[in-house]
């Protein structure tokens, strides 16, 4: 422990944030980073607790809290507080495939377990994450780690997102060969079309990728596995093959949008919108805008916040957020102590964009869409909402409406970014594997195999939609998994 008295002596101070109104001009990152001696402050802030919850992933009431990773996180805490950077970086990769992305787009479940946030704020994990492994891209220190002896093994990864990529990474570092299936135009998944540049700018994928090429692993995109890929001779040409390939069956609303013009899935507008992008500026001619538009986005979780940072960017004229749940508490009920995850309401950047924009916050919430008003060319005109409340029949929670609550919005456009159902079926079906009731693909907890020879899968494929850090420990495992499958050890630390 570096400092014992550092979490008494520094106050959290996170990284600077560019006003809402200034970053809604384009689709920067907009966090700029702490210089060394007040990141290092940070650090010292760290306890060492004797039994770091930070790095447990236990599970209270449910809900999981500190990283599935299971980082050291008090050891490059230490190492940053005294300045051994090149440490502290390899502390953190020992656990963390690509801290570069958790770094930016996780939630920090590692900081809602920290001691420090018992009575007071806890240390500033995720962006002591993010400032190692920056700094040790900026100074050289990660260099391609480049496998000494190959073995004859050949390992087909289908699908790229963080699951993919981290499987990928570890098996290729055990000198396996490692090709990856990627149905896109470029290698990402999730991380290049599903998550905002603001969020996670593209060249951070791009330079990820760039570096697994040269440590050898293979990308092949336009790749799609089941149609112009065939899934009999992967599996024939191929030792093991893992299927990452998300959960990205979006779930419908409940209402006919079928021959609705203006009516969108929000992971296709996503894709849309970084597919126009030229470097952080939208290119003239979007296929799929939100400018000038009223937009309701129907989904309170990242994805609909996302979609409001976008259609603000965009130029929307106004952005209505429908939430079907009650809105949280401002802060924690005696029901939910530390160290559970914390049941409160969050305020993201979207919504705070909007407020500063438009005045209000965009979220409405005990809401959902009711009907769609359009004109005689089928193009959308308003939302018709309706509010909602849930009860307990015969044991079983459901959700009921309630009668004389009925509003109408106005909205050319409407996403839906309500979940997911799980996989699509074409990848599962191409191979013939199982998928369960929840529509992931069947595969053990433990071993991450299917009941089909050779075929393994992981991510959110395997557990249905979940966090980018939940996706990278489940390709880590899964490629301890083949190891052992492979070799009969899993070789892996």
Known sequence: ?????????????????VAPLERIRDFSEFHPPLDEPARREQAA????????????AIRLSGMVTGCPLHNLIPEWNDEIYRGNFAEAAARLMKTASFPEFTGRVCPALCEKACINGRDGDPVTIRENELYTIERAFAEGILKPRIPAARSDYRIAVVGSGPAGLAAADVLNRRGHNVTVYEREDRPGGLLMYGIPNMKLDKSVVERRIRLMEAEGVVFRTNADVG????????????????LCCGAKQPRPLAVDTKDVRGVH??????TAATRSLSGTTLSENVPLSAKGLDVVIVGGGDTGNDCVGTCIRMGCRSVTQLEMMPCPPQTRAESNPWPEWPRV?????????????FGHDPRIYETTVAALETDAEGRLQAVKTVRVGFETV????????????????????????????????????????QRTPRGCVDAGERDYRTAVPKVFS??????GQSLVVWAIAEGRACAKAVEEFLTGSDGID
């Open 45 to 56: 802030r760290c306890m060492n607790c004797g039994v770091p919850f930070c790095q447990s």
């Open 458 to 463: 992981a991510g959110d494929m395997r557990r």
């Open 265 to 270: 899935y929000a992971v296709d507008f996503l």
């Open 227 to 242: 149609r112009n890929v065939d899934a009999a001779e992967l599996v024939e040409s191929h030792d093991a093959v893992i």
């Open 345 to 357: 309401l969050k305020t993201d950047y979207g919504q705070q964009e909007a407020i500063a924009l």
């Open 394 to 433: 015969d044991g079983k929670r459901r959700m009921v409406t309630r009668e004389g609550t009925e509003e109408t919005i106005p909205a050319q456009l409407l996403l839906i970014a309500a979940g997911f159902t799980g996989c699509e079926s074409y990848v599962p079906d191409a191979f013939g594997v």
């Open 1 to 17: 422990m570096g400092k014992p008295t550092g979490f008494l002596e520094y106050s959290r101070c996170e990284n600077a944030t």
